[in-house]
């Protein structure tokens, strides 16, 4: 079943966006976090993808040497790291995270940056959908050559 | 000569078992095959069932997941149908050849 290889891939590809789209929700909701459990404000997460390969080097050659092509095995989170930016320093003395100065820390959360990032990610997803719809239409027309 | 004829049926007679036996023994193979295919197709169904029923239940949040396996259950149940009408095909035109 050739064909599933290709639900496979588009698959990892949406579960990839989807934990895209779950970082950038924790972005935006803690955009005003001023304290976390190590006490500095909250820092701004970033996930990077890698490519998934198909599999070993066995098995690659296995298809290699049948005739057929691996085109790989989709996405896969290579990590999520904070963003190392510095905080944003905003002066409120009334704050009781404020310090000697009455400057408080804020999150290096941009929220327009999140907002874009957003939109790019739920494009990505509908993008990995029509991929997979496409597949999905090859495989049922070639079910018809028998009709 | 007549019995010319005949000779050349009977000949044709005694060639039949040959080729009987070898329709038994692709016949089997061909029914492992189907066997094997059929444990799959049962598998798939039995896996996008369960997905079904770890989205309702809440064990997983991953819809697409879901879906993906019901499609592939749906597309094998499809072809498995597909083979099947092929097979059907060819054995009602055989069993239509007037003997």
């Known amino acids: 079943m050739g064909y599933f290889s290709a639900f496979g891939i588009s698959a990892s590809g949406l579960t990839a966006q989807r934990l895209r789209m779950d970082i950038i929700s924790q972005n935006i909701a803690n955009v005003n976090t001023t304290r976390t459990e190590s006490g500095d404000p909250y820092r701004r997460k970033v996930v990077t993808f890698e490519e998934k390969t198909g599999g070993d080097f066995a ?88 009709k | 000569m007549a019995v010319n004829g005949i000779s050349a049926v009977t000949q044709m007679v005694a060639s039949l078992p040959a080729t009987g036996t070898a329709g038994a023994a692709d016949g089997a193979d061909f029914g492992q095959i189907l066997a094997n295919a059929l444990e799959e197709i049962n598998t798939q169904q039995l896996n996008s069932a369960k997905m079904t029923d770890d989205f309702v239940t809440g064990k997983t949040d991953s819809i697409h997941e879901v879906m993906i396996a019901a499609e592939e259950a749906s597309i094998s149940l499809q072809l498995a149908m597909e083979v099947r009408n092929k097979v059907l095909d060819a054995y009602q035109e055989i069993m239509r050849m007037s003997l």
């Open chain 1, 59 to 146: 098995s690659y050659l296995e298809d290699a040497s049948a005739g057929g092509y691996d085109a790989g095995g989709g996405v896969r989170v290579a990590s999520v790291v904070e963003d190392q930016s510095p905080f944003k320093e905003v002066y409120d003395p009334g704050n009781p995270d404020a310090d000697e100065n009455g400057i408080v820390k804020q999150p290096n959360v941009d929220v327009v940056t999140e907002m874009v990032n957003m939109i790019s990610a739920s494009r990505a997803y509908e993008a990995n959908v029509t991929a997979l719809n496409a597949s999905k239409a090859m495989a049922a027309k070639a079910l018809e050559i028998g």
